[in-house]
């Protein structure tokens, strides 16, 4: 099993730019799919981003593709989510997951994850 924690939430203006951290016990950070999820007052969570075991391939909501970047760095048991270009609609609570996977090309779809990190919250207002 892996514990999960995000960090690196705030307050930002609309256009500006966020970094989220996750770090991850255990040493076997690698045999695991990452993700980052979000869910704003009102609304279900839902999928942000994905990434492999060694990052290879990579899978994003529609909403945030070419403004979000999602990157690991398994000698630290860490995943970031790159957030630019923000807008007040980011506005939530962002979760990172995790899921245990067998191949080392492939992300789950948005109902797969299994392990969930406590939130960290996102405001994009001015």
């Known amino acids: 099993q892996v514990q999960l924690v995000a960090s690196g939430g705030g307050l930002v203006q609309p256009g500006g730019s966020l970094r989220l951290s996750c770090a991850a016990s255990?040493?076997?950070?690698?045999?695991?799919?990452m993700g980052w999820f979000r869910q704003a007052p009102g609304k279900e969570r839902e999928f942000v981003a994905g990434?492999?075991?060694?990052?290879?391939?990579?899978r994003y909501a529609d909403s945030v593709k070419g403004r979000f970047t999602i990157s690991r760095d398994n000698a630290k048991n860490t995943v970031d989510l790159l957030m630019n270009s923000l807008k007040p609609e980011d506005t939530a609570v962002y979760y990172c997951?995790?899921?245990?996977?067998?191949?080392?090309?492939?992300?789950?779809?948005?109902?797969?994850?299994?392990?969930w990190g406590q939130g960290t919250q996102v405001t994009v207002s001015s």
């Open positions: 997951a995790a899921r245990e996977v067998g191949s080392t090309s492939y992300v789950p779809g948005a109902y797969e994850w299994k392990y």
């Open positions: 255990g040493r076997t950070f690698s045999s695991y799919a």
């Open positions: 990434l492999s075991r060694y990052g290879r391939n990579t």
